[in-house]
């Protein structure tokens, strides 16, 4: 219980750090963002929206950056992340409430389901050392080498076309409306198969290598040669014995490179116009959309966090050690 | 994109496999280059200082202008354009090699500088202990927790056309943190060591320590843990170019991805635009991760895909080998019954 405390504390004392961090960044902007925005929709904005959003970027001088900052977590406390320009006058947590389920989906179910396997693959090729499987390691290095932009920019070209099963873009057939009905649902799984395998094939090879690392550093481990001796069947030895104990770094290394995972991902959304954060993120970035960039980074870093406790709670069941204490 | 957990943090707790003063005085000549002995790394360095070559003599062995337009539009490769043209004409090839420079001037400078941040940062924290460990750990779990690359395209978008230094000094600010905790955690474990505890006996300094007697003990994953952040650091600067962030007045792989998306490459089959930037990318990705695995066997011989693990005995049986074991290999004439799932029928 105290494990799981320190680490709620250590994640709310980041989702602080982070929140200042996204209160700083438009401060940096250099100029005015906003007089850009209204001299590009020329009489288009009301003045309100205009004084709200030089609140939001802090050009608003009566206040000192104290006041601002108090005014800028009492606007999150309220889920205001601003007004959106790309999609003006939208407000930005319309905008990330529709894309997240897609990114949830799309970049969650992939990351889990690779890891799995990897791991999976990672106790096989590490507990069959020294045979053909070594030689197909050199060959995962190079998957997880590819960007996975690049990979998904190849499976477009490969797999689809005119007369294709696979479509090349979005998320959904056009004409269709986000439903859980009969028509919706295969659509969105028929444009979500070639996003989804890009991304297992490159991130699952950095799975299987750092488990099968640490398969091969744990079975020459004393306590394995007793299972041994013992007279254990070899699966049982491989499972029970060696695999349950590598797997516990590779859990806590699950957790702390999900940042780097999830934002590769993002990458995989853009080629494929896959309507979820990574793909608003791009256009956010094309329109200078700060209000739409902060409030998906802000989504992004929670998320990881929120994966990161998971991921904590899962290596407590793995690892009696840490109940005890 | 990802960085693929090295195995170097996960071999340091009490194991000392690693980073034990190895070379006996006599024989240290002879052993310095063995790191090269190893085939991984061999490769890897090849490679790398193919790349290398190519990032200094590129723009000037490039045979035409990336920049020129011709009246060879969207032409597949052929003996006059190795790697095609794209729609307004211009060489792919000579593209590739003058992007080369500044991929690797990023990848390079980012590395060094992350490193360099890690070191201070990871090897005061796990050195000093105490309060400044505290605060230092956490400082680095942070940035680490922190999805890093939508932080790198949000920071870099501020930046009207941001030059490839300034690229560099984004990634290699916010990439230090993976190298800093493995450091520290090294760090931790060499402080208590016999030799450093005589050092502090014989009243040396404190920096000389850091400097003389533990540094030279964390080379080994000094030097993993820059290869990684150039593998990050190049990934980042090309995906910043790719979705159009950083200048796209200069050429490197990202740029040449950027206008093959943009010009519907795809779309009009124009393959050739798209798969050797993309090529080049991952051998060079591949490169640097060999040179890892190279480190990683170094450092822990037990990583090492030890040649033939199946033994023929004088009596025709197969025996596995297997870690932690050493079969019995009986005489012929008197057969020993070997536990079933060690032998082949």
């Known amino acids: 219980m105290r494990f799981l405390l320190q680490r709620t504390a250590f994640y709310l004392f980041t989702a602080w750090a982070a929140i200042t961090l996204n209160f700083f960044i438009p401060r940096l902007v250099p100029g005015d963002p906003v007089q850009s925005l209204i001299s ?8 309100d929206a205009i004084e709200s959003l030089r609140v939001l970027f802090g050009l ?3 206040e000192n950056i104290w006041e601002q900052y108090l005014d800028y977590w009492g606007q999150l406390l309220h889920g205001d992340l601003g007004l959106s320009f790309t999609f003006f006058p939208t407000p930005v947590s319309t905008v990330i409430g529709d894309s997240l389920p897609w990114t949830v989906g799309l970049v969650g179910i992939t990351t889990i389901i690779s890891f799995l396997l990897g791991t999976a693959l990672g106790v096989g090729a590490g507990w069959r050392r020294g045979s053909w ?21 190849v499976a477009i070209a490969v797999f689809t ?13 056009a004409g269709l409306v986000p439903a859980f009905d009969g028509y919706f649902i295969p659509s969105a799984i028929k444009h979500s198969v070639l996003p989804a395998a890009t991304i297992l094939v490159s991130s699952m090879s950095g799975w299987i290598l750092s488990m099968r690392n640490m398969m091969v550093t744990v079975s020459s481990e004393d306590y394995i040669t007793v299972a041994h001796a013992k007279g254990l069947s070899e699966r049982r030895v491989a499972l029970s014995y060696a695999a349950r104990n590598a797997l516990l770094p590779n859990v806590s290394g699950f957790a702390l490179s999900l940042g780097f995972i999830v934002g590769g991902t993002l990458l995989v959304e853009i080629v494929f116009s896959y309507p979820g954060l990574g793909y608003q993120l791009f256009q956010a970035v094309g329109y200078k959309d ?25 290596y407590l069941l793995l690892d009696p050690r840490t109940r005890k204490s | 994109m990802t960085i693929s957990p090295s195995s170097i943090e996960q071999v340091i707790p009490g194991q000392g496999a690693m980073a034990q003063p190895s070379a006996a005085p006599g024989r240290a000549k002879r052993r310095r280059f063995r790191f090269v002995a190893n085939a991984k790394a061999a490769t890897g360095l090849v490679i790398l200082g193919v790349y290398c070559l190519f990032a200094v003599i590129g723009p000037w062995v490039a045979p035409y202008d990336p920049d020129a337009r011709s009246a060879d539009v969207l032409q597949a490769p052929s003996a006059r354009h190795w790697f095609g043209t794209t729609h307004l004409g211009q060489d792919i090839f000579s593209q590739i090699l003058v992007g080369a420079r500044s991929v690797m001037v990023v990848g390079l400078l980012a590395g060094v500088l992350a490193t360099i941040l890690s070191i201070l940062i990871g090897v005061t924290a796990g050195y000093i202990g105490g309060v400044p460990d505290e605060g230092l750990s956490a400082l680095s779990n942070v ?18 056309q941001a030059s490839d230094t300034l690229v560099a000094l984004i990634i290699g600010l916010t990439s230090w943190a993976w190298g800093a905790r493995v450091l520290r955690a090294q760090t931790l474990s060499l402080r208590r060591r016999d030799y450093v505890e005589a050092a502090r006996a014989t009243g040396e300094r404190t920096w000389r320590i850091i400097l003389f007697e533990i540094l030279p003990n964390l080379t080994a994953i000094i030097a993993s843990g820059f290869v990684g952040t150039v593998i990050f650091a190049v990934m980042s600067e090309i995906t910043l170019a790719f979705i159009g962030i950083s200048s796209i007045s200069s050429w490197n792989w990202g740029t040449i991805l950027f206008w093959a998306q943009g010009q519907q490459a795809l779309a009009q089959g124009a393959w050739w635009w798209f798969v050797p930037a993309g090529l080049a990318i991952a051998l060079l990705g591949t490169a640097l991760a060999l ?10 011989p037990r990583l090492r895909s030890a040649g033939k693990t199946r033994i023929r005995t004088a009596d025709g ?29």
């Open chain 1, 40 to 47: 590009r929709n020329q009489g288009r904005i009301s003045a």
């Open chain 1, 60 to 62: 608003d001088s009566n």
């Open chain 1, 133 to 153: 499987v070594d030689g197909l390691l050199p060959a995962t290095t190079f998957l997880s080498s590819i960007p996975y932009f690049w990979l998904g920019l």
């Open chain 1, 161 to 173: 076309g005119p007369g294709s099963f696979f479509p090349s873009s979005g998320g959904y057939e």
């Open chain 1, 290 to 314: 700060y209000p739409l960039m902060q409030g998906i980074f802000l989504i992004i870093t929670i998320s990881v966090l929120v994966a990161n406790l998971l991921a904590d709670v899962a």
């Open chain 2, 143 to 160: 940035f680490l927790v922190i999805p890093a690359l939508p932080l790198i395209i949000i920071v870099t978008s501020i930046v009207e």
């Open chain 2, 291 to 300: 040179i890892n695995f190279g480190i990683d066997e170094f450092v822990s």
């Open chain 2, 317 to 345: 049986r197969t025996v596995r080998m297997r870690v932690g074991f050493t079969p019995v290999l009986a005489p012929a004439s008197r057969p020993v019954p070997a536990p079933r799932e060690e032998v082949a029928p």
